[in-house]
């Protein structure tokens, strides 16, 4: 693999990596992870809106690792551009979970794109991605900042599990990808609240991403596709099939655009698992009426007041959890089946992706890459490693052809 584009005063910074919004539900799993797993010689830091409880926190992650008592407490606030420009001069990667982050990410991708500095959040909101397409992505490729968005699970056992996928099928030819998702887990507040607001800005979010289309370079020679898929039986997983209309195909189509490994015709469908049709049909519904409610403002500020930001399923619900995605790929008469799984996906599991993506990124020897790209894109193989090595499990489960 190639060496990463220089960026400039990496030498000079104090901080390898520093931490925002690490007092919130997922924030706290994210520094743990670190201070467990972090090298010894990571230079690494929390940031936050509150001093005293990031002193706090910094007391909880001794028990995990004692050189913690004397990592440093970096005072920041989303709605303070002045202090995210400073944090984000001060280090080489920002991780951040301060969400819904159409409302808190801006104004720290933002200072990121300016200084240089690599950036990873966990935001599942399209509408947000585009717009920092728009606004940042030509900022980030003159200053070598790679600006990576959905370092959890959404989107990378999506994205990498497709990586991972097509590296199984032939090269040079026509690709088909679908993506079956199923698991057992609870939701936090802030999940939630991030989850309510896209589904609130149905208009936002088409605007912003008939912009993007206009605004990105076309494909010559190639084509890479993410559809919605219709409600179907899946004969090769023996469960219906509901098409998911999240970020993670956005983020799938956005890496076959950008590699050429993908094949000259590439198509990726993404869908939930469900074994039975009445839990499908409810699925469908639910999802229905809360995108309604999400319209109307009183509606949906009572809808976040049933789940606290801040809040979440506890250590032993967490240690219940678990998901699975498996891709059926097909292309030069070959097809195979993949899996990737783990444990409980919106936390644990989407810390340790969130960490292990900031790890890869200050540390690893990574393809060459800048402005808003995909974690494929950006880390490829060596996040893949990363993360198999963490406990993700990426298998052939089958090859026929």
């Known amino acids: 693999m190639s060496e990463t584009v220089p960026r400039r005063g990496d030498t000079d910074r104090p901080y390898d990596i520093v931490l925002f919004g690490a007092t919130g539900f997922v924030g706290e799993l994210t520094a ?3 201070a467990a ?14 001093v005293a409880k990031l002193e706090k926190l910094r007391e909880r992650l001794v028990a995990v690792n004692p050189a913690c008592a004397t990592l440093p407490v970096l ?25 819904p982050y159409v409302w808190y990410g801006e104004e720290l991708v933002a200072a990121c794109a300016d200084a240089g500095t690599d950036y990873a959040d966990l935001s599942g909101e399209p509408e947000f991605a585009d717009r920092m397409y ?14 990576l968005h959905a370092c959890g699970f959404d989107s990378i056992p999506h994205d990498l599990g497709v990586y991972f996928t097509v590296k199984q099928l032939p090269e040079g030819v026509p690709l ?38 206009t605004a990105e ?22 469960t219906w099939a509901l098409p998911l209309p999240t970020i993670d195909p956005q983020m799938v189509a956005r890496s076959a655009a950008a590699l050429e490994r993908y094949g000259p015709d590439f198509r990726y469908r993404h869908y939930a698992s469900v074994k039975w049709l009445p839990v499908a049909v409810g699925g469908v519904a639910a999802v229905g009426a809360a995108a309604a409610l999400a319209q109307v403002p009183a509606a949906r500020s009572w809808l976040m007041d049933r789940y606290a930001a801040g809040s979440g399923p506890d250590a032993e619900r967490r240690g219940r959890s678990w998901f699975t995605v498996r891709f059926v790929g097909e292309g030069g008469g070959r097809r195979v089946f993949t899996e990737v799984s783990g444990g409980d996906p919106g936390y644990g599991e989407t810390a340790k992706m969130l960490a292990e993506s900031v790890l890869c990124l200050a540390f690893d020897q990574l393809p060459a890459a ?15 490693e990363r993360l198999a090595a963490a406990g993700l499990r990426f298998r052939v489960a089958a090859v026929r052809g």
């Open 75 to 99: 005072p920041a606030d989303a709605s303070d551009p002045d202090s995210l420009r400073e944090l984000a001069a001060r280090t080489r990667v920002v991780a951040t979970t301060v969400g």
């Open 134 to 147: 728009l606004a940042y992505d030509a900022r980030a490729r003159e200053t070598g900042a790679r600006i």
């Open 37 to 50: 797993h972090a090298p010894a010689d990571c230079r690494w830091a929390i940031a936050g809106r509150t």
């Open 176 to 213: 088909r990808i679908d993506g079956f998702v199923r698991s057992n887990a609870m939701f936090s507040g802030g999940t939630f609240a991030s989850a309510l607001t896209a589904l609130g800005r149905g208009r936002q979010t088409l605007r912003a991403a008939r912009e993007r289309r």
């Open 32 to 34: 743990e992870y670190l």
């Open 217 to 238: 370079p076309r494909l010559v020679g190639r084509r890479a596709r993410a559809p919605i898929g219709a409600v179907r039986r899946s004969r090769e997983t023996g």
């Open 370 to 384: 800048s402005g808003q790209v995909t974690t494929a894109v950006a880390m490829g193989d060596a996040l893949l």
